[in-house]
């Protein structure tokens, strides 16, 4: 199952800014496959609003737990509140739309 995360940091901990964060975000993103992986997740792609202070990343995972333990270990949840929305594409949803 698809599940977008959604991460938002104020600005005081902006990566760009914060070197402690910084730090985080470099370890996080060299071991990202591995811990998605030790969770029966993987990475599907990642956006970032530097502006808004929000990332924004798909995630393939057998569940919301799932989500929620790979965001922790990843150090996610240090410097960013998180929220998991299970997903399916544009296609999936117009094909599953009822006909009249």
């Avoid at 990343?57 to 996610?76: E, F, Q, R, S």
């Avoid at 998180?82 to 999936?92: C, G, K, N, Q, S």
Wanted: a negative charge; hydrophobic letters at 45%.
């Amino acid at each position: 199952m698809l599940y977008m995360l959604s991460l938002s940091h104020t600005p005081q901990q902006c990566p760009g800014v914060a070197t402690e964060i910084r730090d985080r975000v470099v370890t996080m993103a060299a071991t990202m496959t591995d811990v998605l992986k030790s969770h029966g997740c993987t990475f599907q792609g990642g956006w970032v609003s530097k502006s808004a202070h929000m990332t924004f990343m798909v995630i393939d995972a057998p569940n919301a737990h799932a989500v929620d333990d790979a965001t922790v270990d990843l150090g996610l949840a240090v410097w960013n509140t998180a929220a998991f929305y299970p997903v399916i594409t544009l296609d999936e949803a117009v094909g599953g739309l009822p006909s009249d």
